[in-house]
């Protein structure tokens, strides 16, 4: 059988990085109002779409809004979980 070619190794060394490092500031914990006010979002958009299956009909301002009361509860939830990536 023949043998395969050996290929050279390259020599050159590799390029250093360009960009100057940048040093992150250190910032603490987040403030226990702003986790208050985060699960506070998400608990606001859960009851909501809880509220609107069990008693949406029964309800005059739930049942002028009809299918936006699910746009409404997971806005909410959603501002919720938005805020989850600047807690700290």
């Known amino acids: ?14 390029v250093a990085d360009r960009r100057t490092p940048v040093k992150a500031q250190a910032v603490g914990p987040s403030h226990p109002l702003y986790v208050a006010v985060m699960l506070g979002f998400m608990i606001l958009g859960l009851l909501w779409l809880v509220t609107n ?3 949406g009909d029964k309800i005059g301002f739930m049942a002028d809004l ?3 009361n699910f746009a409404v509860g997971f806005a909410l939830m959603i501002i919720g979980l938005l ?6």
């Open 1 to 14: 059988m023949p043998k395969s070619k050996v290929r050279k190794k390259d020599t050159s060394a590799p």
């Open 53 to 55: 299956y069990i008693a």
């Open 66 to 68: 009809g299918g936006w």
């Open 83 to 88: 805020m989850t990536m600047r807690w700290r």
